[in-house]
């Protein structure tokens, strides 16, 4: 079984530039989730993707967006990067069945925004 | 809304003595749920889970039992070892239509002293 992948590993940008985060989910799972870590904070809800569509949305911009794709992969889109914007990209996915809800993550990508 | 609160860290222990991270939530709903662990560098595993007041979740020795009359969930370990040491989460879920969003808290950093 073919566990969570994301890539980059780490990435450089510059304030104003754009960025694209990729994720591929667990075989089986349809659901992916993207989190955002900070420095010494816990993860924060972007959004979440089921069946190619967003599926919920937390407290971010509409400068972040995203896709998920018929194999369930999914991209994470960042416009117009802010020097906050540096953190730590997790990928989640999950298979929404009956009451199965574990979110198995990615080791995640290292944005750091100069 | 959903808030997650867990002891600050750090925790600093030495080997074979006893753990307990102390986490509540405020959530609307009946939540589930959980505790994920970070190693440095990696991405989060989830460590154990509960889905309904009074169930104990446990793995690797850790224990938590969700408590709906005090809202929380302490983590557990009789006997910690320095392979424990990593930054632990406690999330709660909700359910967002046909998914779970997680809301975690700040994390609390774990280090085992031989």
């Known amino acids: 079984e073919t566990g969570v992948t994301q890539s980059p590993t780490h990435l450089i940008k510059t304030r104003g530039q754009q960025v694209t985060l990729r994720c591929s989910s667990q075989?089986?799972?349809?659901?992916v989730s993207w989190y955002q870590q900070a420095l010494g904070q816990g993860p924060q809800f972007i959004f979440q993707y089921y069946r190619e569509e967003e599926n919920g949305r937390g407290n971010f911009p509409p400068r972040f967006s995203g896709l998920q794709f018929p194999n369930y992969s999914s991209e994470l889109n960042v416009n117009a990067l802010e020097l906050d914007d540096s953190a730590l990209y997790l990928c989640?996915?999950?298979?929404?069945?009956?009451?199965?809800?574990?979110?198995?993550f990615g080791p995640g990508t290292r944005l750091t925004v100069t | 809304g959903n808030s997650v609160t867990q002891m600050e860290g750090p925790v600093t222990l030495s080997e074979e003595a006893f753990l307990t991270i102390n986490c509540t939530y405020t959530a609307t709903g009946y939540p589930s749920l959980f505790w994920y662990v970070q190693y440095p560098g990696e991405g989060l595993q989830l460590l154990l889970k509960a889905t309904k007041a009074d169930d104990k979740g446990s793995n690797k020795g850790f224990e938590a039992t969700y408590r709906k009359e005090t809202t929380s969930f302490h983590l557990e370990k009789g006997s910690v070892q320095v392979s424990d040491s990593a930054v632990y989460f406690c999330a709660l879920g909700v359910s967002m239509g046909s998914n779970y969003k997680l809301t975690f808290g700040k994390g609390t950093l774990l280090t085992v002293n031989p």
């Open positions: 075989s089986g799972h349809n659901t």
């Open positions: 989640a996915s999950s298979l929404a069945s009956g009451r199965t809800y574990e979110q198995y």
